[in-house]
């Protein structure tokens, strides 16, 4: 841990009291006292001395053999035997990583009755797959899966872990990552290899989605990251690539206890078609002005076979469920087809959906900033372009 103190030098000019945000130094007999109660080592008070009297010092790691660690691994989310898509998207940045890295793809399989998925994952470009089963692992559970993969890195040692930034892959990778005491980044829409270092570049929303960061782990392997859904290009099947390397894990009782258990699975239902997996979206933001306008544009997704998408703006305020929002704090989408209806363009928005193959934008403000993303802005009062677009797709479709 980083630590603060202030040296002899200070001879109490007041500046690190000016500067500090938190209200955490104060002067006592004309030198400065830092609260370390208060303090949040944001170093704000360290560049307005004027003679260098405050020092913050932080802890380095022991030293890691960067070198003993090789290999892109994917955490293979499966749910009742079923690969989750995201998992495809993994696999096909990964094959670029591991190209970059000249190393081999690996996919991680964790759950009970499921080697016959190895099939499709050696066909989607893994060059090997680490599979564990037990009869305890057929749903997930935090601490086993994590304990499990905690003990395939220690022995086998991945240079970089992916897993989806999904409810899954949010719980299980933070555990995994403390474990092995390394860094994580999640909520990745960008993975690169710095071809100086050789590090993983991995870029993610920050501030709100008002920047993009681009984070290394340069000290610490395996290096980890937590990827959004639909923001990367799926790993194509290759037919005739049918084998590859099984590596077993061997998985005792003690490696699969937990102290929670699972009671009952309650499936949510969608009204249509779930977003993230729909070649078409219709969204609607704060210019439907209230939850009965919703009808309009499910009668639409309903006629193109479609699903419906909200803002932020919309879940908020009542008028759609939460697992209709598009965005930074909801799902990400890569439809072929997007409807923006009513939505101004907040980057928080922007960020869920840019990656669509085409945009139509709907708002009557023609300074919206969603047309400046948009391939077909349509300016006007959507009550009236809506119904007028779904009378014209159901007059064209029944041809």
Known sequence: MPSIQVLDKCFGCQKCVKACPFDAISMHHKLAVIDLNKCTLCGACVEPCPVEAIVIEHEHSPHVDLSAYKGVWVFVEQKDGVVQSVVWELLGEGKKLAGARNTELAAVLIGYGVEALTRDLFQRGADKVYLAEHPSLVRYLDEPYSRILTKMIRQYKPEIVLTGATTVGRALIPRTAVEVKTGLTADCTGLAIDPASGHLLQTRPAFGGNIMATIRCENDRPQMATVRHKVMVEAPVDPGRTDGQLIRIEVSDP??????????????????????????????????????????????????????????????????????????????????????????????????????????????????????????????????????????????LKR
């Open 255 to 396: 490696d699969v206890a937990s102290r929670m258990s699972i009671l009952e699975v309650v499936k949510e239902v969608e009204e249509t078609i779930n977003i993230t997996e729909a070649d078409i979206i219709v969204s609607g933001g704060r210019g439907i002005k209230g939850p009965e306008h919703f009808g309009m544009l499910k009668e639409l997704a309903g006629v193109l076979n479609g699903a419906v998408g909200a803002s932020r703006a919309a879940v908020d305020s009542g008028w759609i469920g939460y697992s209709h929002q598009v965005g930074q704090t909801g799902k990400t989408v890569k439809p072929k087809i997007y409807f923006a209806v009513g939505i101004s363009g907040a980057i928080q928005h922007l960020v869920g959906m840019s990656s669509s193959d085409v945009i139509i934008a709907i708002n009557k403000n023609p300074d919206a900033p969603i047309f400046a993303v948009a391939n077909y802005s349509l300016v006007g009062d959507l009550f009236q372009i809506v119904p007028a677009l779904t009378k014209r797709f159901r007059e064209v």
